[in-house]
């Protein structure tokens, strides 16, 4: 890895890191069937200058998204749709987009299915009609500004989807283009191609259907579930043979390093489960399920949560849910880990009576003692 150049943007203490082996590591390898299309694809680029405007770029990306879709060469997975690339409206509303630059993305990817689903299609709509998305729709994203302004997107769109694990990107310019892949361990950055090196290009979207083996793309143990695209997003978390339905996100963190989420669950007073999300680095951190365990194994001590279980979280491979890009100068990878807790801690500022701010200082100072003894 090797940073940019002396102006890399930095991004919660993490830099823009430009990778010379980024297609190897990070996008799959085209099969050898797409080669004749490959070079069709190649010569409209360059005949028609299909990166000349965003609408252009936009019917060139989609053109190439289903020819994979309607391939009969590839299996796509259980549930996947076609991938389509439009252009969202000017001022669309929600907190994804960086509000104070002005900066949306040029050109965004999703699935067609939920694109009828909260977008449905007009009578008629004309192939350069502009939709209006929700936030979290997309799966991939195009800008075509500068490249600082694209990641705090990719940022927020992290911290609104804690069922994707990394995200694909696509940053032009009238010369070239370049390809980032995000996840919690920060962005990474191919090197700039010019727009007649159109293999990475290809490579990019087919990698949005057929990601790489260390690539885990959604985590299908959570759920988005979404009635309308003005409802407040819940998700369902299936949590080893236990299924929590209509969980509500209560504290997220940054989208790098532990990228850490809550959902609270609450189907009466007594019915109450605290799911966390963690992204575990076994070289950096204490295990925080034997450290639970050790304080509680004498019996439930006042003012720790108590944790009710902790099954690994599985890709559809039944594997790890790991992280594709470690730490420049660490060759640990996270593993994503969940952990559901009984109870739930509140500031002391929340407590609802005094009555309840001194039970709290109680339950403290006897965990303290206990500890100690």
Request: net charge negative; aromatic share 10%; charged share 20%.
């Amino acid at each position: 890895m090797a940073l940019i150049n002396d102006d890399t943007p930095c991004f919660a203490g993490l830099s823009l890191l430009c990778s010379p082996e980024f297609e190897k590591a990070h996008l799959s390898d085209i099969p050898d069937v797409f080669s004749s299309l490959e070079e069709t694809l190649l010569a409209i680029m360059l005949e028609e200058h299909r990166y000349d405007t965003t609408q252009s770029l936009a019917r060139f990306l989609d053109m190439v998204s289903q020819a994979f879709w309607y391939s009969p060469y590839i299996t796509h997975r259980k549930g996947q749709d076609c991938i389509v690339f439009v252009q969202p409206e000017e001022g669309v509303a929600g907190g994804l987009w960086n509000s104070q630059s002005g900066f949306q993305p040029a050109i965004l990817a999703t699935e067609r299915g939920l694109l009828y689903r909260y977008c449905p299609p007009k009578v008629e709509r004309r192939p350069t009609s502009r939709f209006r998305l929700p936030t979290w729709l997309p799966c991939s994203f195009v800008g075509d500004r500068a490249i600082d302004q694209l990641i705090p997107t990719v940022q927020n769109y992290l911290i609104a989807r804690p069922d994707i694990q990394g995200v694909y990107c696509l940053n032009t310019c009238p010369e070239s283009y370049q390809i980032l892949w995000c996840d919690v361990d920060g962005p990474v950055a191919s090197r700039r191609y010019t727009w007649n090196e159109i293999h990475s290009l290809i490579a990019y979207i087919y990698s949005l259907y057929i990601p790489p083996a260390t690539h885990s793309l959604p985590d299908t143990s959570v759920r988005l579930v979404c009635d309308s695209a003005i409802s407040v997003p819940r998700w369902d978390i299936v949590y080893g043979d236990r299924l929590y339905k209509g969980c509500l996100m209560s504290h997220c963190s940054e989208p790098w390093g532990r990228r850490m989420v809550c959902f609270s669950h609450s189907t009466s007073r007594h019915n109450f489960a605290m799911i966390k999300d963690v992204y575990w680095n076994p070289n950096q951190q204490a295990d925080e399920i034997t450290l639970l365990r050790e304080i509680h194994q004498n019996g439930l001590m006042p003012g720790v949560v108590c944790l009710v279980h902790s099954p690994s979280v599985q890709d559809t491979k039944n594997g790890p849910i790991p992280t594709a890009m470690p730490h420049t100068g660490d060759t640990t990878v996270r593993q994503r880990r969940r952990l559901c807790f009984g109870s739930e801690g509140l500031n002391l500022t929340q407590a609802r009576s005094v009555r309840d701010l001194l039970m709290a200082i109680f339950d403290a100072i006897e965990g303290k003692s206990r500890w100690q003894l």
